[in-house]
């Protein structure tokens, strides 16, 4: 075929990007597939034969380079710009009426809470920098944690480039879903590999590899929940800015309620006991928060945790059962 012009390559290289990330947004952060694999696939190739003809036409957002080409000698350290607190943990309706007595002294404004499902994974951050992932991180000790941008770039639900070009951080969970976790530890067992406990520790492992190809082929996804400087993005509660956070193509998890009272928090903890064993992927309680980022101010936090959240557990014994329970599709 006729070397095509420079300028058709580029043209026909930005339209296969622009493609390939919005096809890959649509199936891993929204879960709804627009096009065949097949398509994709063959719209994947043209790109990669494109980019081999010209080398100096690659980008670091391209669909190609979300695995690394070397293996990394080790993990650069990461100052988190603010720390990556951890949660206090709440066990009993009791537990949960004392937080609410507690924070109401502390504001005068009615008290809005909002429930989001506590995924168990890895926390991680995220930084954009004009729209575009730069870093990725643990949490490490909440001040300093380890650079996995290799291994996050890996994650498919993890867009390489935001819709809009925002400089800011947002933090997330990174899970294994409960069908990768079943075939992967299948697949270990077969060929004599230690299997892993639970999703959160294959999740662990599979981002502390120092081979970004591994990371890939782990199915690794992710839901974001916080975000810096939310100033930029004009929001005013938890709920607005997980809204926004999704209008700007992250991906966000959508069992999340609001209430205005205690009680229906409670209820709503029994609601989702009830059924986490049906939900895709494993959670270990569910993170009440206040949901007026004002009052959230207000309330303030304590050295280690906000005062404004909390985090309900359930049992822990159940969480064994939930896995065991999935027929060991082989
Ligand atoms: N695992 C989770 O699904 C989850 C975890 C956290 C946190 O760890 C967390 C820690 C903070 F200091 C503040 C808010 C938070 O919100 C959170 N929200 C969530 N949905």
Not at 107 to 118: A, D, N, S, V
Not at 144 to 158: F, P, S
Request: hydrophobic fraction near 35%; proline fraction near 4%; aromatic fraction near 8%.
């Amino acid at each position: 075929m006729a070397k095509e012009s420079l300028t058709e390559a580029q043209e026909r290289i930005e339209t296969l990007k622009t493609l390939l990330n919005r096809y890959s947004y649509e199936y891993y952060v929204l879960d709804k597939p627009s096009i065949s694999d097949k398509e994709y696939d063959q719209q994947y190739h043209e790109l990669e034969k494109l980019e081999k003809a010209h080398p100096e036409l690659i980008t670091n957002d391209s669909p190609t380079q979300r695995i690394g080409g070397t293996i990394l000698p080790g993990f650069t350290k990461v100052q988190h710009d603010s720390p990556m607190l951890s949660l206090g943990n709440a066990f009993n309706q009791e537990d949960l009426l004392q937080f609410h007595q507690r924070i109401s002294k502390l504001t005068g404004q009615p008290l809005q809470y909002i429930c989001e499902l506590k995924i168990d994974g890895l926390a991680v951050s995220l930084k954009y920098e004009n729209g575009l992932f730069t870093q990725g991180a643990t949490r490490g000790d909440g001040n300093t944690g380890e650079d996995i941008t290799q291994n996050l770039r890996t994650v498919k639900a993890i867009p390489l480039r935001l819709n809009e070009p925002l400089t800011f951080e947002v933090r997330g969970e990174c899970y294994m879903p409960k069908a990768s976790f079943v075939q992967l530890n299948a697949d270990r067992d077969e060929k004599g590999l230690e299997i892993f406990a639970n999703p959160r520790n294959a999740a662990a492992g599979s981002l502390r590899q120092l081979d970004s190809s591994i990371a890939a082929s782990r199915n690794l996804s992710i839901y974001l929940y916080s975000a810096t400087n939310f100033e930029q993005l004009a929001v005013e509660t938890q709920d607005a800015l997980l809204n926004r956070l999704a209008q700007v193509g992250l991906r966000t998890n959508p069992e999340r309620r609001l209430f205005d009272s205690i009680e229906e928090v409670w209820a709503f903890t029994e609601e989702i006991a009830a059924k986490r064993k049906d939900l895709p992927y494993e959670i270990d309680g569910i993170v009440i928060k206040v949901n007026a980022f004002a009052a959230q101010e207000e309330i303030g936090y304590t050295v280690k945790a906000p005062r404004w959240a909390i985090a309900y557990k359930f049992k822990a014994e159940e969480a064994e059962t939930i896995v065991r329970d999935i027929e060991w599709t082989v």
